[in-house]
């Protein structure tokens, strides 16, 4: 098998943004900048204190911002947060702005608090659901391989929410499979889909959750033409590049201290491509015991 592994380019680290609207009667609008930097991203629920700006630490934080900014219904709220992505750039494909409209986050997120907010949320047994911005990202890379008829998988699944999204992208007719090796996890995940628009996928079949390690993938039903990796490897598994389909793409962040949100790319003839995305920072793909004891 070839390996051939390349650089990121400078595009990658780019910047993000949201928008908290003003009312009628404010004199300018009240824009919120937060930037994704070379070793930062909020895929993790961490301090913010390193952060040279003292209003992050503030009632007049981005958090506070997005807070005013997500009012109204639940996914008159989640389409906001949606369009805050688009409009910045943050997300670019239409298709990716349909399906995060059609699966409102606060259904993933305990009690919906902050659902809105990009940023990590805890879910309980030292586990998380990553920001809106990183769930966008990762859908953009694979969106070419999360077509009607695909299999995609998702290791780490967590809440269900990027599952859920891989569901609605591939449909009825194709297969999307959570794996996640907190049972608890797995039934609270269950339980959040079927209050979701990806309900009846769940019903019929071609969308299921399962408690195992992720680590070793599902073979049941590769190859998959997406895999998605919700936690950072020391290593890329080879189980999972073994699963992967040729022509398939897998997401998936690669390091220890230092993390690397890694692309990996299997041609035809089963060599394999990898490039660096980005910087970022994800809990650790570890036992289910190390995890539950936090790492």
Not at 187 to 194: A, D, G, P, R, Y
Not at 202 to 216: C, N
Request: proline share 6%; hydrophobic share 40%.
């Amino acid at each position: 098998m070839n390996t051939v592994i390349t650089t990121p380019s400078a595009r990658h680290n780019f910047f993000f943004f949201f928008l908290s609207p003003h009312s009628s009667s404010s004199s300018s609008p009240s824009t919120t900048l937060f930037f994704h930097s070379p070793h930062y991203s909020p895929s993790l629920s961490t301090s913010f204190s390193f952060f040279q700006n003292p209003n992050f630490l503030t009632g007049n934080s981005l958090f506070h911002s997005m807070q005013r900014f997500c009012s109204g219904s639940s996914m008159s709220r989640n389409k906001a947060m949606v369009e805050s992505l688009q409009r910045y750039g943050v997300i670019r494909s239409n298709k990716v702005a349909e399906v995060m409209e059609s699966i409102d986050r606060a259904l993933f997120v305990p009690n919906g608090a902050g659902a809105y907010i990009d940023s990590p949320m805890s879910i309980g047994y030292n586990a998380t659901i990553s920001a809106p911005h990183m769930h966008a990202m990762c859908l953009q890379l694979l969106e070419k391989n999360l077509q009607p008829g695909m299999h995609a998988l998702d290791v780490g699944s967590g809440s269900g929410y990027l599952t859920a999204c891989f569901g609605m992208m591939v449909g009825p007719e194709g297969r999307a499979v959570g794996v996640e090796h907190i049972p608890e996890l797995v039934s609270s995940s269950i339980e959040n889909i079927q209050k979701s628009a990806a309900a009846q996928l769940l019903k019929d079949g071609s969308l299921s959750v399962h408690a195992a390690d992720g680590r070793k993938g599902w073979p049941e039903f590769a190859p998959y033409d997406a895999i998605h990796v919700g936690a950072a490897a020391p290593e890329i598994p080879q189980a999972l590049i073994d699963q992967l389909k040729p022509g398939g793409r897998m997401v998936i962040p690669v390091g220890n201290m230092f993390q690397d949100l890694k692309v990996v790319d299997k041609k035809s003839d089963g060599s394999i491509s990898i490039h660096t995305e980005t910087s970022v920072r994800y809990v650790p793909l570890t036992s289910r015991e190390d995890q539950l004891r936090g790492f």
